[in-house]
Nanobody, 123 residues
């Protein structure tokens, strides 16, 4: 099992920045090869935001956040972060950290999920 705990959500005005962190732990953490961030806005389906290969550091982004968001990992601390800049009201959502198997791409098998953290961007 893998446990994921997010932190860093909050409220920010449009154009501002937030940094989300995800701390991973668990007996099978060493088998994880992909970690990512997803988000779900009210009335919408959960969508992939960004992912990273735990082994190589290769990154993937949904087009709407590319050049604004940066995903990174720290294997020594078992953490993955999402730096979000130039935030827009449409980025408002609950953001979830996820872990699983694959390359960190949207098609990876994300099996473990955090509880989510709210991000609210006001116009």
């Amino acid at each position: 099992q893998v446990q994921l705990v997010e932190s860093g959500g909050g409220w920010v005005q449009a154009g501002g920045s937030l940094r989300l962190s995800c701390a991973a732990s668990g007996r099978t953490l060493s088998f994880i090869t992909a970690m990512g961030w997803f988000r779900q806005a009210p009335g919408k389906e959960r969508e992939f935001v960004a992912g990273i290969s735990w082994n190589t550091g290769s990154t993937y982004y949904t087009p709407s956040v590319k050049d604004r968001f940066t995903i990174s990992r720290d294997p020594a601390k078992n953490t993955v972060c999402l730096q979000m800049n130039s935030l827009k009201p449409e980025d408002t959502a609950v953001y979830y950290c996820a872990a699983g198997y694959g390359l960190g791409s949207p098609g990876s098998s994300y099996l473990y999920w955090g509880q989510g953290t709210q991000v609210t961007v006001s116009s």
